[in-house]
């Protein structure tokens, strides 16, 4: 089978397409044939070991020194049950599933293995696999951060980076959960932020959010460019600020502050629980899947180049034909 390495820290062209060995079904655990992945900000800020600002270091530690420990990135997989190890009961081969191995990653190859602590959830019959991996890098990123931050019916809610995958995702959650919500992006997104369910849309060359008189109960800032300390006076009293990227000062110092959500288990986010919720909203078409490029597998370079170029909306997937 063919996997994507990442062979050393670079710009995109460090990802090389191998043939490797298949996969064999752990014990507890299953092998995924890949119909569909995506390469997203955080499998690109892997490849590159681009951090926000002073953890370059700690992801070192974290993910390898000269070049990723796991060279197979990727954090999502959609597909068809291959195989099922022992102990498994849940699933059988054919089984249509979204699964993850959490930071483990491996699911930018063509057969995925998900160990036993992974995770597999199965995609309603209604669901393309396109439209199913779309949903929870953005999806499950943004019911956490709703959730450690008490996002509740009739708050006002601002989110910075409205069109990326998290923010697309963001907005109709939150719509759901009853905010009026304000969107942060380009003229050029503005049309599908709204269709989203933005009820107001902010240019950001136009116009400065920061320095308005507007105040809301909850900031979410996803583009990393307005921390806490440039927009804490549009809070109102008790509002929160929700810091889904920031640098390592940001963190440091958002720890002494009531108001700074950063959610410490990163691995909150990527629970059975909040992809099948995604997975049934999706199937309702209570939330939209929202795809910048749909491009195969041997264009995998083709897609880190665009998630690297940071004016993708939504999610960049990647599919597979194996015949």
């Not at 809610?157 to 923010?167: D, E, R, T």
């Not at 209570?286 to 939504?314: C, M, N, T, W, Y």
């Amino acid at each position: 089978m063919k996997a994507a390495y990442v062979e050393a820290y670079g710009p995109p062209e460090v990802v090389k397409i191998r043939d490797v060995p298949m996969p064999a079904p752990a014990e507890g655990g299953i092998v995924v044939k890949s119909h569909a992945t995506t390469v997203n900000s955080g499998d690109a800020r892997v490849r590159a070991l681009r951090d926000p600002g002073g953890m370059k270091l700690l992801m070192r530690l974290a993910l390898g020194f000269n070049r990723p420990k796991q060279a197979v990135i990727g954090f999502d997989v959609a597909g068809e049950v291959a195989a099922v190890g022992a102990g498994v009961t849940d699933l059988k081969v054919g089984d249509r599933v979204l699964a993850s191995n959490r930071f483990k990653f491996g699911c930018h190859a063509e057969y995925v293995q998900i160990d036993a602590d992974g995770l597999a959830v199965k995609i309603p019959d209604n669901l393309s696999y396109v439209d199913a991996i779309s949903l929870p890098f953005g999806g499950a990123t943004s019911l956490v951060f709703f959730k450690e931050g008490g996002l509740k019916s009739g708050e006002k809610l601002l989110i910075n980076g409205a069109s990326g995958a998290v923010g697309v995702m963001a907005i109709q959650i939150a719509k759901l959960m009853g905010a009026e919500v304000t969107g942060v992006c380009s003229a050029a997104n503005a049309g599908l932020v709204r269709e989203l369910g933005a009820d107001h849309v902010i240019d950001y060359a136009k116009t400065d959010f920061a320095v308005g008189s507007e105040r809301y109960d909850v900031i979410m800032d996803t583009h990393g460019n307005a921390p806490y300390a440039r927009v804490k006076h549009l809070l109102r009293p008790g509002g929160r600020f929700l810091m889904v990227i920031g640098n390592l000062w940001q963190m440091i110092s958002g720890g002494f502050q009531s108001a700074v959500i950063s959610p410490r288990d990163d691995k909150a986010a990527v629970s059975f629980e909040n992809y099948a919720y995604l997975l049934n909203l999706a199937s309702k078409g209570e939330i939209k899947p929202v795809i910048d490029q749909v491009l195969p597998f041997s264009d995998i370079v083709e897609a880190h180049r665009r998630v690297d170029s940071g004016h993708k909306v939504g999610s960049v997937v990647v599919t597979f034909d194996q015949g």
